[in-house]
């Protein structure tokens, strides 16, 4: 009895033994098997990563950084018109040095060079022709140098698209008004000459032409050389005494400058704001010394801006020894015409 107690323990021990062994490798194939899932799990998410994120690189392969560039965009033309690299200006070398190349870049593109015509454009004032029709001139057009600077600068550490800041400025009247311009003479000053030059007397008559009947609104800016335009001999400029560095030559368009010099001192008489006069080298005769305003196309100008309050309209009338240019506006304007005491 005893013998077979021992035998019936040894043989329970044995399936005891037997089953905690099944237990054990049964979690141990549980575990194993959440292993392998879980490693499953990580290599999808490092294959969705290598997808968003791009082709993984060696740690010897370098990484290309694309320079920036700034492109410069003319707003008429949705054109670029102009490419910038601020590195290659010194950016990240000398800032000082990088803000000057942009400067000059910025100038060159508003005023030209010899080879390049600039954005920034003189106004060409509209013209009454002889059977009443205007011929239209042209706006004032002005690159802001300053602003497109500050843009840039802004800009220079990424890649960007700027469009140039143009500002244009048309000419102030009104169209119903353009008969009535001719009602009241507001300011007129005369001036003589031989009538013996023919070549000269020529020049101030297709001068004084080219200025009769233009219209002038309220704040308008005026250039004799813009609104004249060439003196040569494809315009019918004659040869004529000049004076050029203090000596009296001969050159084509000689004589203009008394046009000049005569509007000069009509216009002085109303509110307005010279913006370039010049004066002779030599003592001129037909205006009081320092009355003058010397103009040579391309180079000296006489230019203002009409600050009177009221639009005007500039008359020249050419006889044989005179000249006398009259600015003449509508009565309704009067009581807001402004004039020099």
Do not use: W
């Not at 043989?11 to 099944?22: E, K, N, R």
């Not at 009602?183 to 200025?211: H, M, P, Q």
């Not at 494809?234 to 050159?251: C, D, F, H, R, T």
């Not at 009221?310 to 309704?332: A, C, H, Q």
Request: glycine residues 6%; charged residues 25%; proline residues 3%.
């Amino acid at each position: 009895m005893k013998k077979n107690l021992i035998l019936l323990i040894t043989f329970c021990s044995v399936i005891l033994v037997g089953c905690f062994g099944y237990l054990e490798k049964e979690e141990e194939r549980t575990k194993i098997n959440e292993f392998e899932q879980t490693s499953e799990e990580l290599k999808k998410k490092v294959v969705h990563y290598e997808t968003d994120m791009g082709p993984k690189k060696s740690q010897n392969e370098a990484v290309v950084v694309q320079p920036v560039v700034i492109k410069l965009l003319d707003p008429n033309t949705s054109t670029v018109i102009k490419t910038i690299r601020p590195t290659e200006l010194g950016y990240e070398k000398d800032f000082t040095v990088y803000v000057n190349e942009i400067e000059k870049i910025v100038k060159e593109l508003a005023r030209g060079s010899s080879t390049t015509t600039g954005y920034d454009q003189k106004m060409v004032l509209d013209k009454e022709a002889d059977d009443g029709k205007i011929i239209k001139g042209s706006p004032m057009v002005i690159l802001k140098e300053s602003e497109l600077v500050e843009k840039i600068l802004a800009a220079s550490s990424k890649n960007a698209t700027i469009a140039l800041p143009l500002y244009v400025t048309e000419s102030n009247y009104s169209a119903a008004n353009i008969e009535s311009l001719d009602d009241v003479v507001i300011a007129s000053y005369t001036t003589y000459f031989k009538s013996s030059n023919t070549g000269r007397n020529k020049n101030i008559e297709l001068s004084a032409n080219a200025i009769h009947n233009i219209i002038v609104g309220s704040g308008d800016y005026f250039s004799f050389n813009s609104n004249v335009g060439p003196r040569d001999e494809a315009n019918g400029y004659q040869p004529a005494p000049e004076i050029i560095n203090k000596k009296l030559v001969m050159g084509i368009g000689g004589g203009i400058c008394q046009t000049s010099s005569t509007l000069f001192n009509a216009i002085d008489q109303l509110h307005i704001a010279t913006l370039e006069r010049h004066h002779h080298s030599l003592d001129i005769g037909y205006v009081p010394k320092g009355r003058d305003a010397t103009v040579s196309y391309g180079t000296l100008d006489y230019r203002f801006q009409n600050i009177s309050g009221v639009p005007f309209i500039i008359k020249s009338i050419y006889r044989n020894g005179s000249l006398t240019v009259e600015l003449r506006t509508s009565e309704d304007y009067m009581g807001m015409l402004k004039k020099n005491q």
